[in-house]
Structure formats: structure tokens, C-alpha cells
């Protein structure tokens, strides 16, 4: 069983950046795959940005060029580095992990933190 815990979440201007972490405990998290879905009031949660466990990403495309995803094994924790934010942007980000699937499809991924709110003011 794993377990996620969100954290790096706050209030930001536009145009402004913020740093996401979410620690993993409990599983062979080197051999996961890490996702960051979220999702907004008053909509469906969606896809973000994912990496396998050899380091590959793939990424919404409203978020390719400002989010970059990684990964520390070492510490068993995955970021989401989110530049240039957008009001669009503002929602309850969650960290997702995977032991074998790789992609942006929330059904793929086995255990899920509790979320992190990010809002973006215009």
C-alpha cells in the first residue's frame, strides 16, 4: 500500500510560480509511476503531468512549456514545478502512483493523496 501526502500549495499571483511535492511511503516508489491530476470547482478532475519511473513525462497540452514534472527517488518524492500560472490554473492539485501504467487516464493509477489547493489570483 502507498502513501501519498501532498504539499507546496498556496495563493499566487498570475504569472507567478509555485513548487509542488508529494512524498510517497509504503511502496517501491522507484518503480511507480508518478501522475499530478486536478481538479477545478465545479469540474471533473483531469490530467496534468506523469512520469515513468526511468524518467520519461508527458503532459496536458494547456500546461506543456510552464509545468515540468520530476522525480527524486532517492528521497521517494515527485514535483510538479508550475511556472507562469494562469487563474486557469487554480484548483485542488493530487499527486497519483502507478506500479505499472503509464498515462493520463485516472482510472490507471492504484493510490492518490488527499490533494493540495493551488489558486491563482488575476
Known amino acids: 500500500q502507498v502513501q501519498l501526502v501532498e504539499s507546496g500549495g498556496g495563493l499566487v499571483q498570475a504569472g507567478g510560480s509555485l513548487r509542488l511535492s508529494c512524498a510517497a511511503s509504503?511502496?517501491?516508489?522507484?518503480?511507480?509511476?508518478m501522475a499530478w491530476f486536478r481538479q477545478a470547482p465545479g469540474k471533473e478532475r483531469e490530467f496534468v503531468a506523469a512520469i515513468s519511473w526511468s524518467g520519461s513525462s508527458t503532459y496536458y497540452d494547456s500546461v506543456k512549456g510552464r509545468f515540468t514534472i520530476s522525480r527524486d527517488n532517492a528521497k521517494n518524492t515527485v514535483y510538479l514545478q508550475m511556472n507562469n500560472l494562469k487563474p486557469e490554473d487554480t484548483a485542488v492539485y493530487y499527486c497519483?502512483?502507478?506500479?505499472?501504467?503509464?498515462?493520463?487516464?485516472?482510472?490507471?493509477?492504484?493510490?492518490w493523496g488527499q490533494g493540495t489547493q493551488v489558486t491563482v489570483s488575476s
Open positions: 509504503g511502496g517501491t516508489f522507484s518503480r511507480h509511476t
Open positions: 497519483a502512483a502507478s506500479p505499472g501504467y503509464f498515462g493520463l487516464s485516472q482510472g490507471g493509477y492504484h493510490y
